[in-house]
């Protein structure tokens, strides 16, 4: 794991095998981001070298300098920012991804020294998050290859003048916590699903939870049909290797509120009956990309000591196409007693996740938040990088938004309409587990929405609902901070929406 700590010392004068700067974009090309500590004269050489370069100083853009006078590292790395906005300095996000991009392109360099612009904890938070995410791989998997593959970064400096500060350790300190936790979604996702299966899965959960005040219940296919959880247990009829449901507790003293978090954890999805095309499949071990990222902020809230309880619920399962498999037409009944007649196996996760958001429904906690690999509806709406919020309360959908945005994921607030439940409508059971075919991602939604129970005072439990089909999983070039592969979408949302209870 990469580590991080914060320096005040001259960013020139730091040992490290590369120097991370920044660029802006100006009208005549690149040149040094303010901030950078620099003396004249290495900045001089890093400017004149920029524009020899052509360099442009937009984002993903990446300048690599040698022997730079006066700067102790014999490489510099210089990453554009794109042009400074004019009435104010850049946003976090844009130090985030600048500072990934540069550690990413940095793998198997022992230590690494970046000075950004800006001073304040937030900002510097940022660039330690950034770099920490860049500086990832996925080697597990590696045979012979492992041999030429380089390691990511093994440390980084951040430097800033506010290295003392109080807000500015803690915040580089949680960068360390959440990177961490968040590279371990990335793990899980990226795992070939021949070995992450829910017997599997549950297990992982279960070691990292080891010593650490997140306690975890593993329900079993024996014990998932005495809950009567029908509709985990149908998708899962068709493998080998039966469904779990994961319940991760955290539950500090004095909580200000309690949150529960659903994740959608088909650990591979062929459809099952209504089976893909073949070249459909090929990432479907992504399709756990929800409860990898329950799990993942569960245990970054724990370590992080937030006083807010969490439950988070990993409802795992494997949808294959064995000589068991749930056929169109046949009727489960989920947690709770509700019937749906099944009308395409290959909607699979909204089963799952009924019943996992059924069984938090009973807890009745302040509010429940699910996220899931659900729709490739969300995919033709937003395209692969943003995600989609739907809600049954106004103040949490545009809460979940504030926070995703501030956390650096791209999120999109969508609307749950009355008319698509008339299309779920069936003649043999309570509804049918789809609908209409436009509007595929309001339908999935409003299917989940039916297991959402009440709270104490007999009103809807504020629910939220995020459809991550598009950003938990990048099959192009790698950008920013964003590896290929698994991206560990929404682990920041859903720290963020912890810290948020805490501070009201």
């Given at each position: 794991?990469t580590t991080?700590?914060?320096s005040?010392?001259?960013?020139?004068?730091?040992?490290?095998?590369?120097?991370?700067?920044?660029?802006v974009?100006t009208?005549?090309?690149?040149?040094?981001?303010a901030?950078?500590?620099?003396?004249?004269?290495?900045?001089?050489?890093?400017?004149?070298?920029?524009?020899?370069?052509?360099?442009g100083?937009?984002?993903?853009?990446?300048v690599r300098?040698?022997?730079?006078?006066?700067v102790?590292?014999p490489?510099?790395?210089?990453?554009?920012?794109?042009a400074?906005?004019e009435?104010?300095?850049?946003?976090?996000?844009?130090?985030?991804?600048?500072?990934?991009?540069?550690?990413?392109s940095?793998?198997?360099?022992a230590?690494?020294?970046?000075?950004f612009?800006?001073?304040?904890?937030a900002?510097v938070?940022a660039?330690?998050?950034?770099?920490l995410?860049?500086?990832?791989?996925?080697?597990?998997?590696?045979?012979?290859s492992?041999?030429r593959a380089?390691a990511?970064?093994?440390a980084v400096?951040?430097?800033t003048d506010?290295?003392?500060?109080?807000?500015?350790?803690a915040a580089?300190?949680?960068?360390?916590?959440?990177?961490?936790?968040?590279?371990?979604?990335?793990?899980?996702v990226?795992?070939a699903?021949?070995?992450l299966?829910p017997?599997?899965?549950?297990e992982s959960?279960?070691?990292?939870?080891?010593?650490?005040?997140v306690?975890v219940r593993?329900?079993?296919e024996?014990a998932l049909?005495?809950?009567?959880?029908?509709?985990?247990?149908?998708?899962g009829?068709?493998s080998?290797?039966?469904?779990?449901?994961?319940?991760l507790?955290y539950?500090?003293a004095?909580?200000?509120a309690s949150?529960?978090?659903?994740?959608?954890?088909i650990t591979?999805d062929?459809?099952?009956?209504c089976l893909?095309?073949?070249?459909?499949?090929?990432?479907m071990?992504?399709d756990?990309?929800g409860a990898?990222?329950?799990a993942?902020a569960?245990?970054t809230?724990?370590?992080?000591?937030?006083?807010v309880a969490?439950t988070?619920?990993?409802?795992?399962?494997?949808?294959m196409?064995?000589s068991?498999?749930q056929?169109?037409?046949?009727?489960?009944?989920?947690?709770g007693?509700?019937?749906v007649?099944i009308?395409?196996t290959?909607?699979e996760?909204?089963l799952?996740?009924?019943?996992g958001?059924?069984l938090a429904?009973e807890?009745?906690?302040?509010?429940i938040v699910d996220?899931?690999?659900?729709?490739g509806?969300?995919?033709?709406?937003?395209g692969?990088r943003?995600?989609?919020?739907?809600a049954?309360?106004d103040?949490?959908?545009e809460r979940?938004?504030?926070?995703?945005?501030?956390?650096g994921?791209?999120m999109?607030?969508?609307?749950?309409?009355?008319?698509?439940r008339s299309?779920?409508?069936?003649?043999?059971a309570?509804?049918k587990h789809t609908g209409d075919?436009?509007?595929?991602m309001?339908?999935?939604?409003?299917?989940?929405s039916e297991?959402i129970?009440?709270?104490?005072?007999g009103?809807?439990?504020p629910?939220?609902?995020?459809?991550?089909a598009?950003?938990?999983f990048?099959e192009?070039a790698?950008f920013?901070?964003?590896?290929?592969?698994?991206?560990?979408?929404?682990?920041r949302?859903?720290?963020?929406l912890?810290?948020?209870?805490?501070?009201?």
């Open positions: 794991m991080v700590t914060v005040d010392r001259p960013a020139g004068a730091a040992k490290a095998d590369a120097l991370v700067l920044a660029s974009k009208d005549g090309g690149a040149e040094l981001a901030g950078h500590g620099l003396s004249k004269k290495a900045a001089a050489h890093v400017n004149v070298a920029l524009r020899n370069t052509q360099a100083g937009s984002p993903d853009e990446l300098l040698s022997d730079v006078p006066e102790a590292a490489l510099v790395v210089v990453s554009g920012l794109g400074a906005p009435k104010s300095g850049f946003t976090a996000e844009t130090l985030r991804r600048a500072a990934g991009a540069a550690t990413r940095l793998s198997g360099s230590k690494v020294s970046v000075r612009p800006g001073s304040d904890a900002l938070g660039v330690a998050e950034g770099a995410f860049g500086a990832y791989a996925f080697l597990e998997h590696r045979g012979e492992a041999k380089k990511p970064v093994k400096i951040v430097h506010g290295a003392k500060d109080r807000g500015v350790k580089v300190k949680r960068a360390g916590v959440l990177a961490g936790h968040q590279n371990y979604a990335r793990d899980l990226n795992t699903p021949n070995l299966y017997q599997t899965f549950a959960v279960r070691a990292r939870a080891a010593g650490t005040a306690s593993v329900m079993d024996k049909a005495k809950a009567g959880c029908g509709g985990i247990l149908g998708v009829q068709g080998a290797r039966p469904p779990r449901i994961v319940t507790t539950k500090p004095k909580a200000r949150l529960a978090y659903i994740g959608k954890g591979f062929s459809g099952g009956l893909k095309p073949g070249a459909s499949m090929v990432t071990k992504c756990m990309a990898a990222a329950v993942a569960i245990f809230i724990a370590e992080l000591g937030l006083p969490v988070g619920y990993l409802c795992l399962a494997e949808n196409t064995g068991n498999a056929r169109p037409g046949d009727v489960v009944t989920m947690r007693g509700k019937t007649e009308i395409n290959d909607a996760g909204r799952v996740m009924g019943d958001l059924a429904s807890k009745q906690p302040d509010a996220i899931a690999t659900l729709t509806a969300a995919v033709m709406a937003l692969h943003t995600s989609a919020v739907m049954n309360d103040d949490l959908r979940v938004h504030a926070v995703a945005t501030g956390a994921e791209s999109w607030q969508m609307p749950l309409v009355e008319e698509v299309g779920m409508d069936s003649t043999v309570d509804f075919r436009v509007g595929g309001m339908v999935a939604a409003t299917f989940l297991f129970g009440k709270d104490k005072a009103r809807l439990i629910w939220a609902h995020l459809d991550i598009g950003p938990a990048n192009s790698a920013g901070y964003t590896p290929k592969g698994g991206t560990g979408y929404g682990v949302t859903l720290v963020g912890a810290e948020d209870h805490a501070a009201k």
